[in-house]
């Protein structure tokens, strides 16, 4: 029994310090990336048309702890999982890890357990069923099933899956909930449709390992049923089920209960491939909308809207590279105006005052405006803009340049 404490307390130590390890090499790797989070984010928020100082970067270094040492930041790291349970906020999408990870990890963990549960009620009867089958054909085909689950890999029944419920049924089934209940409050009718489209998960998640549990119960019973006792149990007239699960059944599960831990390890590692499946819908809205979050062209309504708005402001003489940024509920307008090359500094500062205030009374958005100064009466600029219009077959009237 000492011996056996003895060996705990070790194991226990050296997976600890395996995973400070582990932890302490990921976080030096994370100091080797170019800037900070605080830099990365601000230049991004700089990106959409704030307006972000050096001061901002240094009080947002200062608010995530980034101006302290190395050391002592992964030191506060590891106390505060240790003491306080918490792994801190995420970089990337400005939220606690606690909180993206309270919800989502009892439902991960819910929704493995019952794939290995339903594994073993599958393939433990099947397994026995094609140990002791005298049909060859049908032993065989349990086989070749079982074989089938163990090279196919999950991520490839889940795409087939998917393929076939898109073909046959118009219905991906990415997500654990469809649209029309993605963020509605639990119901009746919410849980039916969790339980409509939990299935592929728990299919997907349990098809590996369903597929080893039988074959670990197969070879168990075959091992079994030729043993001693199994014999002398017929000898004595014992026969059918109740030779068989008195004697090679019972015997036989022991192994495959002992190897739990072993099948949940291997459902737990299939995790993210379902992850991926289900966060696919997310992947689906994302890909709609990344052309707002990268700055798509307006639609032509939207773009001729600006355009008379800015060629509207006295002063203005073009206008060119017209950008809507979106982020979040907020948008971000961007617009180049051409104006005379021989306006003063307070003349150009009038003209895009005026722009901006026009744009925003117009379409409820504080823009971004550029002002480039041309000299409109330069021969090569009519050069340009002849060139211009012959090329992209232009009206005359389009305003690409001044002039």
Known sequence: ???????????????????????????????????????????????????????????????????????????????????????????????????????????????????????????????????????????????????????????????????????????????????????????????????????????????????FALQTVRALMLDENDKLYVMAARARGISGMSLLWRYPAKHSLGPVINSIGFDLNRIFSALPVVALILIYTGLDIARDSVDDLIGKPPDPSELETIREIVLGVPGALGVHDISVHSYGNEKFVSVHAEINAKKSAAEAHDISEEIETSLEKAIGVEPTVHLDPVHPNNPMVKEIKYLLLKKYNLDQKTQILPG
């Open 1 to 211: 029994m000492i011996n056996f404490i003895q060996f705990t307390i070790t194991r226990a130590f050296l997976s600890i310090v395996t995973l400070l390890i582990v932890c302490f090499i990921v976080f030096s790797l994370m100091e080797l990336v170019p800037g900070t989070c605080a830099e990365r984010y601000l230049a991004f928020k700089n990106t959409q048309g704030s307006q972000i100082t050096f001061e901002d970067i240094e009080a947002e270094k200062v608010r995530l702890g980034l101006d302290k040492p190395f050391l002592y930041r992964f030191g506060k790291w590891v106390s505060d999982i240790a003491v306080k349970q918490d792994f801190g906020d995420s970089c990337i999408l400005r939220m606690n890890i606690n909180d993206l990870l309270s919800g989502r990890f009892v439902l991960s963990l819910t929704i493995c357990l019952v794939a290995l549960i339903f594994s073993y009620l599958i393939a433990i009867p099947v397994g026995i069923i094609s140990a002791t089958t005298k049909y060859v054909s049908l032993d065989q085909s349990l086989k070749f099933i079982s074989y089938l689950g163990i090279a196919l890999p999950n991520f490839l029944v889940a795409l087939c899956i998917m393929l076939f419920m898109t073909v046959y049924y118009g219905d991906t089934m990415t997500g654990l909930f469809s649209q029309e209940y993605e963020n509605a409050p639990w119901s009746a009718d919410k849980l039916k449709d969790f339980l409509a489209r939990a299935w592929l998960p728990i299919f997907v998640l349990g098809w590996n390992a369903t597929a």
